[in-house]
C-alpha cells in the first residue's frame, strides 16, 4: 500500500465518484486502487448534478507493472466530468451575488468567525437589518456559509404572481418566454399532451382517491372506535382480494404490475413489470418543457418588477462578530472600488441587461508551438503620464503588439489592489478586474480584440501571497485571524507584510482553484504565470540559500499543502481547459515543476528561467566586458538541461525596470538622451550588446520567451510607479512610444527585435529540439550552436575581430547569413560585406565535426547562418 499523508481538509470517494463535506478535524483517506491510498481530506458536493457515467476499462499488464504515482490522482482514475464541472462552477456561480430566475438575488460568502451576516448598500440605505441571513440552516450553514435572499421589488399596481416558484428569463433566453402565453393554459396543454388517458383521470381527479379513503375512515359512516376498524389484513390478503375484486376490468394502459408467487418468503416484494411497459416508462422524458414553458421573458420581468440590486449599486457585507460589527467588501466580488481619499472602499454590482453585456466576437487562436510573449501593465501603457485605462491599451497597445510578431500577451496588474505602487501584487480582490482601468466589459473588449488579432492572453496570477489590507482585501475578513490565511508568523510573509494562505483548508481551496477557472470562463484567457511560488512552497518564502541538495525540498520548511494546491490546480485546469498553459515562476526550482502530476510532478506546461536576467544584469553593471566569461553564459542560459524544453526564457522583464533597478537600456545608453545623442564608440556598444543578448537568450532556450513593454525597442527609462518618495509623480510610469516615430538607435532596435520574431515565425526556431552547443572559447569570447537548420555564432569580444574564425558545422555545404547584428539599419557598421554572406564549408575536422565554416566575425557582433545547399562529397 502506497500512502501520501497531508494535512489538508479534502476527501474525495472515487468508487462512486462524488465529494462530500465533512468534518474540519476528522482525516480522512482516498482509495485509489489496491495500490494506492492518498490519506487526505477534499470535499465538495456535486450529487445534484447529472454525471457522465463512465465504464471502468480494466488495465493492461503493462500499466499495472508501471503503476501510477500517487499523487496524480485526477485524470487517471475515471472520476466523473460532471462532478468536477460541477466542483468548479458552484462556487463562483452561487457565492457573490447573482440573479436568481425565481425574481431574487442570491447572496453568499464564507465568514465562519461571523455571528451575523447582512448585505448592506445604497439599494438599501446602507441598513444592516433589512437584508440579512436568515436563522438556523436556511441562512447559515455548518461550515460558515452565509446566504441571504433579495426579493425583486413590485412595482406599484401590479400584484404577486400566481405561482410561488415562477422564473422569468432575465440573463439567458431574455428574449423568450414573452408569448402571452397563460400558466393555466400550459398547465391544460400538458394535462392534455403528456399524460395517459387513465394517467390523465389521475392527475384530474388527483384527490378523489384520498377523499374516498378518508371518507371510508373517518366519515359518518366509518368506524367510530378502535373495536369497529377492527384488524387490518396483512399486505397479502389485502392483495389477493383486490386481484379477485378487479378481475373482470378492462384492460387499461397503467402499469400491468403483478407479484409472481412461488411459495417464498419474500415472493410479496417480487413485482415484475411488463417489459413493453418498462421500456415505454423509462423512454418518456419528464415534463420539463412544459414547466419552463412557465418561464416568462425579460419584458415581463420588467413591467412588474424593479431588481432587489439595480446595476452599478454600492455595496458591502456587513458582519456581526465577538470583537463588534464590520463591514468588509465580498470576497467574491467581481468589481470592487477601493478606498480613495480616506473613504472606505465597497463592491459595485455589476450586471448590465443582457441587451447591452458584451458579446464575444472572436475565439482563442490555436495554441502554438513556440510562444513569444509580450508582457504588459495597462496602467504604464500609455505614453501620458497618467494611468492608462483598458480601452487605451486596445486602441494603442495591441496593433504595436501585433506588428512587433509576438503571439501572446501576458498581463500583471490586472486583478484589483488598492495600492497602484505595489505594481498589482499585493491583490485584494482576486476575482475583480482593477476599476482603475476601467469596467469588467472593457477588459473583455481587450481580451476579444488579441484573440481576433490571434494573440493569446496570459495572466500573471498571484495566489501565493495577499494583501494584508482589510478593509477591501482578505485580512481578518470576518474578525478572526485564520479565515483565509494562517495565524501567527505563518500567516505572514518574512519580509513582504502579506498574508499567507492556508492552503490545507478546503473552503480556501476552492476559493482559489474557482478564481482560476473564473478567469478563463469569464474572461476567456488562456493561461497563467504563477507569481513567486517559493513564497508559498516554503515557510521561509524562498528567502535561503539553496544548494541543489534535495533535502531542501523535502524538509520541514515545505508546505506540502502548497504543493498539493498546484496539483490540484494544473490537473483540474488541463482536465476541464486542455489548451490552457500553466508557467511556473519559482527561484528555488523545485524539482518537477514540469513533470506530469501521474509521475510526481506539479504539472506545469512551462517554467521561468530566473537566472539568467541576473547573470546579464550583473555582467552589465558590474563585470567589465573583457571579463565576460562565455562558459558561464552557456551555462546559465542551457540550465540543467534537463527540461530546457519546458523552459520560458527572458534576458530582462519586469523586475528589472520596476524594482529598483534598472532596464538593460538605461544602462548600456547611459550617456544617451533626447538631446544627446552620446559618443559613437558608446552608442555602438550599447546598441551591440543590446542586440546579442536578446538573440542568444531568444535562441539557445527553451520553446517559450518572454520581453516586457517597451524593452524591445530600448525603452531609456526604467518605471517608477508614484509614491510617496517621488511625490506621486507619474513622470517615470509610462512607456515613450513617441521614440519609435523619431528613427534613430530606438527604431533600429526594434526593427532587429520584429526579425528575431521572423527568424521563429519562418524557421520555427524555439519550437525546435534543444541547440548542440559544440564551440565555447572564453579566451576569445566565442560561442557557436546548431538549431535545426540554422547556425548561430557570437563574438563578444570588446575590441577582437576575426577574417577566417573556423566553426564547426554536421553539414557540408552552402551557408548563407539570414540574420546579421551588425546590418546599418539595426544600428550597426555593416562590417560585412554582402559577398561574404553566402560561405561555402571546407573539409576541415573542427569542434568535433567533420565540415568547417571559415566565417568573417566583427567584435560584438553575431551571426545566423542557414544551410542553404547540401553538398555531397
Known sequence: MTSLSLKTRISLHLNNSTLHFLPQNKLQSIEFSKKVKVKTKITCSATDQPQKKYSKKRRSASEEDKGIDPVGFLMKLGISHKVFAQFLRERYEIVGVHRNPEHRMDFMDWAPGARYC??????????????????????????????????DKLREGEKPDELYFQQYNCVDDYDKGDSGVTIEE?????????????ENEMV?????LPAKLYEELFGPNGPQTIEELGEIPDAETRYKAWKEQHKDDPPSSLPPLDIIDNGKVYDIFNIPSDPAWREKFRSKEAPIA???????????????????????????????????????????????????????????????????????????????????????????????PKISSFNDFTEMVLP???????????????????????????????????????????????????????????????????????????????????????????????YWGTRMFKYGDIDVLHFLLSNLNWWITEYQVDGFQFHSLSSMIYTHNGFASFTGDLEEYCNQYVDKDALLYLILANEILHYFHPNVI???????????????????????????NLSASEMWLSLLESTPDHEWSMSKIVSTLKGSGQYSDKMLMYAENHNQSISGGKSFAEILFSEVTEHSPGSNDSLLRGCSLHKMIRLITFTIGGH???????????????????????????????????????????????????????????????????????HVNDTEMVISYIRGPLLFVFNFHPTDSYEKYNVGVEEAGEYRIILNTDETKYGGQGLIKEQQYLQRTISKRVDGLRSCLEVPLPSRTAQVYKLSRILRL
Open 204 to 208: 384530474k381527479n388527483r384527490f378523489e
Open 582 to 608: 500553466t508557467i511556473a515562476e519559482d527561484a528555488s526550482y523545485y524539482p518537477g515543476l514540469c513533470d506530469s502530476t501521474s509521475q510526481g510532478g506539479l504539472g506545469f506546461d512551462y517554467f521561468v
Open 186 to 198: 400550459i398547465f391544460k396543454k400538458a394535462n392534455d399532451e403528456y399524460w395517459e388517458p387513465e
Open 118 to 151: 447582512a448585505l448592506v448598500g445604497d439599494f438599501n440605505g446602507w441598513s444592516p437589518t433589512e437584508n440579512c441571513a436568515r436563522e438556523g440552516h436556511f441562512g447559515h450553514d455548518d461550515y460558515g456559509y452565509w446566504f441571504i435572499s433579495l426579493e
Open 400 to 494: 504595436h503588439v501585433k506588428e512587433a510578431g509576438y503571439n501572446a500577451i501576458q498581463f500583471f496588474g490586472v486583478a484589483e489592489h488598492k495600492d497602484y505602487f505595489t505594481v498589482g501584487y499585493r491583490v485584494t480582490n482576486l476575482y475583480a478586474v482593477s476599476s482603475r482601468y476601467g469596467t469588467p466589459d472593457d477588459f473583455k473588449h481587450l481580451v476579444d480584440e488579441a484573440h481576433g488579432l490571434g494573440l493569446l492572453v496570459f495572466l500573471d496570477i498571484v495566489h501565493s501571497y495577499s494583501a494584508a489590507d482589510q478593509m477591501v482585501g482578505l485580512s481578518l475578513f470576518d474578525g478572526s485571524n485564520d479565515c483565509y490565511f494562517h495565524t501567527g508568523k505563518r500567516g505572514n510573509h518574512k
Open 704 to 774: 517559450a520567451y518572454l520581453n516586457f513593454m517597451g524593452n524591445e525597442f530600448g525603452h531609456p527609462k526604467r518605471v517608477e510607479f508614484p509614491m510617496p518618495s517621488n511625490e506621486f509623480s507619474f513622470s517615470l510610469a509610462n512607456r515613450r512610444w513617441d521614440l519609435l516615430e523619431n528613427g534613430g538607435v530606438y527604431s533600429n532596435l526594434f526593427n532587429f527585435d520584429k526579425e528575431l520574431m521572423k527568424l521563429d515565425e519562418n524557421e520555427r526556431v524555439l519550437s525546435r529540439r534543444s541547440p548542440n552547443i559544440h
Open 290 to 384: 412544459y414547466w419552463l414553458e412557465t418561464r416568462k421573458g425579460r419584458k415581463a420581468w420588467l413591467k412588474k418588477y424593479t431588481p432587489a440590486i439595480p446595476h452599478g449599486s454600492k455595496y458591502r457585507v456587513y458582519f456581526n462578530t465577538p470583537d463588534g460589527p464590520l463591514e468588509r467588501v465580498p470576497a467574491w466580488a467581481t468589481y470592487v472600488q477601493p478606498d480613495e481619499d480616506g473613504q472606505q472602499g465597497f463592491a459595485i454590482h455589476w450586471d448590465p441587461p443582457p441587451e447591452y453585456a458584451y458579446k464575444w466576437r472572436n475565439t482563442s487562436p490555436k495554441v502554438p508551438k513556440s510562444l513569444r510573449i509580450y508582457e504588459c501593465h495597462v496602467g504604464i501603457s500609455g505614453k501620458e
